[in-house]
């Protein structure tokens, strides 16, 4: 017998077998009947998170969403930052979520190496001063007008200077209240308790948590429990059946390419381009290649529907499939057929489509014999911890600094201004600090800090005056560090130049 027409005839028996089953596949129990405690569950829901200083969460604190572990972790965890005390929440595209000691953001539109960051509560919350400090010392350094004194230099340069605490907005002094000395700056805050060296950070996020976040029971002002879905997203996973797309496995986040998403046990739903709020269906199969295959001509079984793809190949879908499909949205949830049906292993058969694949299982009885496959978990594992790198964020390779001097030559008595412009992806730097080292005709070195650059990317500084001979080039070198330490450096130079 002709192998073509003997394949055709067991695929046909295969059919056949598969359809008797059908009856007791429950594919038609996916429906409304079961939609009010899958809200519940969803509503109620809390993703896990990946690392935690602790196992358990008090009263009042959250797991820090994933897009925000590694922020967190760098920035000293729960020791330096406390717990998080709030969900994370997506406003207008930017995600945040309060800790302890401020609000940590993430905003897709911003250049790679700054779409992390905290939130200005300082400038919310306002100061008060007492006893100013600054002219009891001789060492620190003056940044936006005020001197950041040389106890809390260290801390503020060790967290990332005015690029994550945020330039001073107030001066160092004595709260004889508290029997400390504190600071304030635009995103965090610092204090040091008499008789200690330690610097800590005031709890910002709480004081700001609690007006804005928290309800006012009695009992402790504990961040209220919101939806985890926002209504765009909870409204099409009612839509689809929430049995059908699958328990979530993450909150919103910002996908690859930019896009708010939610990734669900069998399918991950995306916030359309041009309009967030209108929700659809990525189309994730295709980046696992081993379920996309090449379409064929139809068997043309009354068994199956021929769904055309391209000049009249496309692939065969069993009825069965067809019907579970029609059911749950049609081709329209399901996307075009990509693969034949196939056995990823005895008794089980899948077939995929361009956002998901069924399966059907004839060792297992009941309903769930007949259901998608769980690829958002592979989904999960291959694309969102590319997302929420924060460490490979920061490595500043795209970076573009320019650098120019004021005066191309001046005399050996008058000062010079050297101006520095930071991009990244031909977007402006804000809130960085570069190091200027400037070379001295002994051979020595100067630094001294740029102030943070300003939303164009541009900050300044001016050098005394250098006495030194007719003719001498002073060579000078501005750098940018990134949060590794390591630093991104140009080097230009000036002549000194007497003309009389």
Known sequence: MDPQVLSRKSNLCLLVLLALFLGSCGWGEYGDGKSNDWTNRLLSWEPKPVEHDSENFEPGTYPVDLIFIDFYQAFGGETKLGPAI??????????????????????????????????????????????????????????????????????????????????????????????????????????????????????????????????????????????????????????????????????????????????????????????PEDVGIRPIVEQFSEYVQSPTESQNSPLNVFYEIDGGMGFDVPLYFVEFLNANGGTRVAGDPISHIFSPEPGVFWQCFTNLCLEFNLNVEGEGRLRPVPLGVEYKDKQYDRVIDFQSSQTLEKLETKVWERDSFVSSNDSQEIHVALYEDHKPLTYFEPLLLVTMPDGSQRKAYFQPSDENGRTSIGLAPIDAPNGTLIAYKVCVFGIDGEPRCVGDNYLIWNSD
Request: hydrophobic share 35%.
């Open 86 to 275: 709030s969900i994370a929440t997506t406003t207008d595209g930017v995600t945040k979520q309060f800790t302890e000691a401020g609000m940590m953001m993430f905003d897709p539109g911003e250049p790679e190496s700054s779409r992390f960051s905290f939130a200005p509560l300082g400038l919310e919350l306002g100061t008060s001063e007492g006893e100013l400090l600054g002219k009891a010392y001789s060492t620190g350094r003056i940044i936006a007008g005020y001197l950041v004194i040389a106890d809390f230099l260290e801390e503020y340069e060790r967290l990332g200077g005015a690029r994550f605490v945020g330039k001073p907005i107030s001066e160092a002094f004595y709260n004889p209240d508290k029997g400390r000395i504190e600071q304030y700056f635009e995103n965090l805050g610092f204090y040091q308790l008499e008789g200690e060296s330690q610097i800590r950070l005031m709890p910002y996020g709480a004081y700001a948590c609690d007006r804005n976040c928290r309800n006012q029971e009695p009992i402790a002002g504990i961040p209220v429990l919101q939806s985890v879905l926002p209504d765009s997203f909870l409204n099409k996973t009612l839509e689809l059946s929430l049995p059908f797309v699958g328990k979530p496995l993450t909150g919103v986040h910002y996908g690859t390419d930019g896009r708010q998403e939610v990734i669900f046990e069998n399918i991950v739903l995306v916030a359309e381009d041009d309009s």
